[in-house]
C-alpha cells in the first residue's frame, strides 16, 4: 500500500507543481502523443502541427462515440481541460471533465474562461476520481479518456464506474498506449522509459483492458492500434526539442520492438 500511495504521490506532482504540460515536448495545453499524418521528412516539424496533432487525437478517439448535438459526455483524466472544450465546441456536445487534481483544475478554469462563459453551460469541470466517478447512475450519453488511463492502477474499477455512469446504449472510448496482446511479459520496458520503471505509467496487455470492459458489461469492445499515426512523428518532434538525448527517445525503439503500443479502445454499454 506505501508503495502505492508513494507512486500516486509522483503523478500528483507531475501533473501539479511540475506542470507536465508547460514542458516544450507538448503543446498548446494537450497532453498527449498526438495522432500525426503524413509529415514531409525534410524539415522541421512546426509547433502549430504539433498541436493539431493533439487536437487529432481527441477526434479519433470521441469520434468511436455517438454525437448527436446535445449529447452528455465525460471525459475521465481531464487535465487541463483544452480537449474537453475542443469536444464541447466541435461535437455540439454537453462535456464534463473530471480529474483528480486540483492544481490542473485551477489551469483549466483558466485556460477554458473564454468557452466556459460562451458555450452557455455546456462545459464544466469536476475534481473526483476516474475508479470512483462522482455522478449517479446513467448520467451521461457517452465517456472517453485521452492518454490519462496508463496512470490508472486499477482499470478494472474504471471500466465498472464508467458502465455505471452510462445510459443504455452509451459509448466508452479510451486512447492511451498498452502492451499487445502476445507482447513478452519481460521486457526491457523499465529500463527503458523512466515512468515505467518508477511506476508513473502502467503498460498492460491490451487484451486485459478489453477483457476488464466486457466483465464490466460492456459490449461490441473494439481494440484498434493506431502506433503507426503516432510514435514515429511523435519521435520526430521529440528530437527538436530539449529532450533530444532523453529516454523519451526510447518509445520508439519499444513501439518497433513490438513491446508497446498505441490503441484506441472502445465499446457500447
Request: aromatic letters at 10%; a negative charge.
Amino acid at each position: 500500500m506505501e508503495q502505492e500511495i508513494d507512486v500516486q504521490a509522483k503523478r500528483d506532482q507531475m501533473y501539479g507543481e511540475l506542470d507536465l504540460g508547460s514542458l516544450t515536448i507538448f503543446s498548446g495545453s494537450f497532453i498527449n502523443y498526438g495522432y500525426w499524418g503524413d509529415l514531409d521528412p525534410g524539415r522541421d516539424i512546426t509547433l502549430a502541427e504539433r498541436t493539431a496533432s493533439q487536437a487529432e487525437l481527441y477526434r479519433r478517439t470521441v469520434s468511436r462515440l455517438a454525437t448527436p448535438p446535445g449529447v452528455q459526455l465525460l471525459e475521465l483524466g481531464c487535465g487541463i481541460g483544452v480537449g474537453t472544450a475542443l469536444v464541447a465546441r466541435e461535437f455540439a456536445a454537453y462535456t464534463a471533465g473530471l480529474d483528480r487534481s486540483k492544481a490542473q483544475l485551477e489551469r483549466a478554469a483558466e485556460a477554458n474562461a473564454e468557452d466556459l462563459e460562451r458555450l452557455s453551460g455546456r462545459l464544466a469541470f469536476h475534481e473526483g476520481s476516474v475508479t470512483a466517478i462522482p455522478f449517479p447512475d446513467g448520467s451521461f450519453d457517452g465517456a472517453y479518456s485521452v492518454e490519462a488511463l496508463q496512470h490508472v492502477d486499477d482499470l478494472a474499477a474504471v471500466a465498472r464506474e464508467a458502465h455505471r455512469v452510462l445510459r443504455p446504449g452509451g459509448g466508452f472510448a479510451a486512447a492511451t498506449f498498452f502492451a499487445p496482446d502476445g507482447a513478452p511479459q519481460d521486457t526491457p520496458l523499465p529500463g527503458l522509459i523512466e515512468t515505467v520503471a518508477s511506476g508513473v505509467d502502467v503498460v498492460r496487455p491490451v487484451g486485459a483492458f478489453a477483457a476488464d470492459l466486457a466483465a464490466a458489461g460492456f459490449t461490441a469492445v473494439e481494440v484498434e492500434p493506431i502506433g503507426p499515426h503516432v510514435w514515429r512523428q511523435f519521435d520526430r518532434w521529440v528530437a527538436q526539442t530539449e529532450f533530444r538525448d532523453s529516454w523519451g527517445r526510447n518509445w520508439l525503439r519499444c513501439y518497433e520492438s513490438g513491446w508497446i503500443d498505441y490503441f484506441i479502445v472502445s465499446a457500447r454499454r
